[in-house]
């Protein structure tokens, strides 16, 4: 005997979990149409050289990679951005692109509380368009989705990549050096704003009154967006980046997101090397889980695979927060069944009775289960209660002679026998 | 740079195939949920004990099999059964428990026409049901999903284990050689008669008369049912087995199947070991692409994994086929958009009316796109044409003074001047 075990990190979802799962996913896709995304899928290996080198190097550690058969290294998918970007390079897309996919990863991280070595991301992506027009799209189809979703207490934070470089030269620190100075930053939620001002000293970044600068207004708090901008508005790259964030504001506004939905914030800076423009994270303010979305503008990453240069940007949905906060604040009516009706199954002479009798309750648009064998009818009733199944239709042999049936309401109790044809008007009743 | 390649045997999905795939499972779906199906989902990721000894000796070259990082030997999921059985024996499952999965499989296989490395089944199973009005219901379901794609030429051929061990002992055949009998007669579709008698024959299986019922009876094509069920209906097994196929019979006929959509065909093996009663393909006959569904009851297999019995049969659509014969008889129509009304841009003093208005038309129920940054109306036009967009509103700053914008049907060319508020029931008109 084989113990039947999963690997560590790695999830089975159970109907009751998978219908959540589902529901989320529908949502979001429909959102995503309504603002024109389509859908696009991709390997789930890809050659571990379109991957390695795009993730860092802790990023680098964490991908799932082996050989197959014939020898050649492959991986399992880290992200569903990279894959875009080899897409975007392989065929001739037309442009604007806009595409979504929904879609598992892999991450050979340690399996912790909220953490899984496979989990979903729900992308949207624009490509070949370099206006803020397309950034501050995103975001207008994030809160739509959390909308959506029912999600009401979260916050989306918007910075620039363009400011924060405009910034660190202000501060004088050299464009080589600025990765560091970003991935520093980008830790100050976990570690906080000692931490990060100790990394920023020991990597040497912070000379003449710069250490003041950052710790005044970069890693103080509250709102010093005004206070930078102020700073780096007279460098070219400064000004660029705040022109895209007034823009993006501007669209936000008047697709009619209210202004206590986002804020600009300067100590966002997202861990990827890659972003160029506008970054965005959304985190959920109650209860604290943290980031549910994160993305931005990444205008260099598809000339890895192409001579020819695209614009673009994108967000990604952490499908798994987003269950979590739906579970634990009870956003989300549980139920174990999609199943309205079962019919009662009462000895094998009536069984074609009872085929027919659900046929035509699915013929009505009732999900209508026939119980699967005669059984005692204690026992099925019990079934149609385990699972929440709101109509139960018992049929025995005198009804079935009379073309009438049982109707019996599993919530109340209430039974009463009834003619079969009258029987879906007196269901869509009860379920209404 | 990087050359954008995906592995062979591989693909990706661009919109418009996405888009048929995506209708095909929503479809397959519905009609699961209709019969009181749920959804699970099990991780791509198995450890490779759990799934290597399962699919036969040639199954199990084609795992793709590794080591994670911390030395365990994994395996990419080969198919949906193995795994629903380690879930069955993993967890307290209501019983009788009906659940779909519709998800990728991996097999190291030759790529070629029409096989892949990386492909979709579309499953259904009962488990906790021994009675034959679940391996029925199973086929009442593949033929409500083919009816509700716009399938009409196909059979569903049936046959069941329990009749083929009969006739195996009736022609002398020692148990354990039956799985080597049945491999055998799997074959026939592909190497026809004469291969799979001289195969018998290489195996020593044909003694005595064995040789004259297999060629006249097995092998002769045809309607051979009935003969074969003569010469097995003494045993209990054969009788088991053909009164099952009965039931099945009656319920098809009760959920209203016609005959001509089924077969009893005495020939029908099926390649895995594990069944144990009824077994069932689905061929399209035209265009002839061979098998879309196979399937059958393996009462034995959760037992692997458990000490607890239970019984269990499942179907399982290929998806790939499915999508090939609908390409094929051009089934569906092809469409790379579902965008059905783009907004244009017509200068940045204006973007903030586009939103607005796009929004609107979003809240009305259209899908709606804005596009993405100001541009030639001409280029605008183009890209609406390009991916077949019905509806282009354009809004110039007069139109945008008045509340008036410009409405253009792209399939008629026509255009009109209306308020904007008129605009959501002209295009409901328009599309209508």
Redesign the interface.
């Known amino acids: 005997?084989?113990?039947?075990?999963?690997?560590k990190g790695?999830?089975?979802?159970?109907?009751q979990q998978?219908?959540l799962?589902?529901d989320i996913m529908r949502t979001m896709s429909a959102v995503f149409?309504?603002?024109?995304f389509?859908?696009?899928?991709?390997?789930?290996?890809?050659?571990a050289?379109?991957l390695e080198g795009k993730y860092g190097e802790e990023g680098d550690k964490l991908i799932?990679r082996?050989?197959?058969?014939g020898g050649?290294a492959?991986a399992?998918r880290y992200d569903l951005t990279i894959p875009l970007a080899?897409?975007a390079?392989?065929?001739q897309?037309?442009r604007?692109f806009?595409?979504y996919q929904i879609a598992?990863v892999?991450r050979?991280d340690k399996p912790q509380k909220g953490r899984f070595?496979?989990f979903y991301q729900c992308d949207i992506d624009?490509i070949g368009?370099?206006?803020a027009?397309?950034d501050a799209?995103l975001l207008?189809v994030a809160h739509a989705v959390l909308q959506a979703l029912g999600f009401d207490n979260y916050l989306i934070r918007i910075n620039n990549r363009k400011i924060l470089n405009a910034l660190a030269e202000r501060l004088g620190i050299d464009t080589a050096r600025i990765p560091g100075f970003l991935r520093a930053l980008d830790k100050l939620d976990k570690t906080g704003p000692g931490a990060v001002l100790r990394d920023m000293q020991a990597q040497g970044l912070l000379t003449g009154d710069a250490e003041r600068i950052v710790r005044e207004h970069l890693l103080a708090g509250g709102d010093n967006f005004e206070a930078v901008a102020a700073l780096v508005s007279g460098s070219e790259t400064g000004a660029a980046g705040l022109a895209e964030l007034d823009?993006i504001a501007?669209?936000l506004?008047?697709?009619?997101v209210d202004g206590s939905y986002y804020k600009r914030d300067i100590s966002l800076a997202r861990g990827l090397d890659y972003y160029t423009g506008p970054i965005f994270e959304v985190v959920v303010t109650e209860p604290r889980i943290g980031s549910i979305l994160g993305g931005g503008r990444y205008d260099g990453l598809i000339g890895?695979?192409?001579?020819q240069s695209m614009p673009a940007t994108g967000i990604s949905f952490g499908l798994e927060r987003l269950v979590t906060v739906m579970e634990e604040l009870g956003m989300h009516a549980q139920t174990?069944?999609?199943?309205q009706v079962?019919v009662t199954?009462f000895s094998d002479g009536l069984?074609?009775?009872g085929?027919?009798l659900a046929?035509r309750l699915?013929q009505s648009g009732f999900?209508?289960?026939?119980y699967?064998?005669p059984d005692k009818l204690k026992k099925q009733l019990s079934?149609a209660a385990?699972?929440g199944i709101p109509a139960v239709v018992v049929l025995g042999p005198d009804e079935a002679r009379d073309e009438r049936a049982t109707l019996k309401n599993m919530l109340t109790g209430d039974q009463a026998v009834l003619e079969q044809q009258h029987l879906a008007e007196a269901i869509r009743t009860m379920l209404s």
Chains 1, 2 share one sequence.
């Open positions: 005997m084989i113990e039947p075990q999963i690997p790695f999830r089975d979802f159970l109907p998978m219908m799962r589902r149409e309504r603002y024109g389509v859908p696009l899928d991709t390997p789930c290996l890809e050659y050289r379109t799932y082996f050989e197959d058969r050649r492959v399992l080899r897409v390079a392989m065929y897309l037309p604007p806009k595409r598992p892999w050979a070595r496979e624009i368009e370099s206006s027009c397309a799209e207008c823009l501007r669209v506004s008047a697709d009619g890895l695979f192409t001579k174990n069944s999609l199943t079962l199954q069984l074609e009775d085929v027919r046929a699915r999900n209508t289960e026939l699967p064998a079934y385990a699972r």
